[in-house]
């Protein structure tokens, strides 16, 4: 079982930055690839970013350059640095652990809106 904790939302002004974190507990969070998603109102949710356990990164195409995901094991924390935000970047932004033949994990969400 792994719980999924995110924080760091908020309102930003446009061409500003947020910082999200996600921690992980119960599980042998090192062998989880660890993603975030994002789902803005009346729309999908779709893939913002993934790194694996081997700490390889995957972006979407409108997010490569603007952020960044890392992890720090130690810690058992996910973080998504967000720059260069824009009014569509307006979401609520999830963590997600996936690890082969286990039952992916979601957290609860954190808001991030974009707006002046």
């Known amino acids: 079982q792994v719980q999924l904790v995110e924080t760091g939302g908020g309102l930003v002004q446009p061409g500003g930055s947020l910082r999200l974190s996600c921690v992980a507990t119960?599980?042998?969070?090192?062998?989880?690839?660890m993603g975030w998603y994002r789902q803005a109102p009346g729309k999908q949710r779709e893939l913002v970013a993934t790194?694996?356990?081997?700490?390889?990164?995957n972006y979407a195409d409108s997010m490569k350059g603007r952020f960044t995901i890392s992890r720090d094991n130690a810690k058992n924390t996910v973080y998504l640095q967000m720059n260069s935000l824009e009014p569509e970047d307006t979401a609520v932004y999830y963590c997600?652990?996936?690890?082969?033949?286990?039952?992916?994990?979601w957290g609860q969400g954190t808001q991030v809106t974009v707006s002046s």
């Open positions: 119960g599980s042998i969070f090192r062998l989880y690839t």
């Open positions: 997600n652990a996936f690890r082969i033949n286990r039952q992916p994990y």
């Open positions: 790194i694996t356990a081997g700490d390889s990164t």
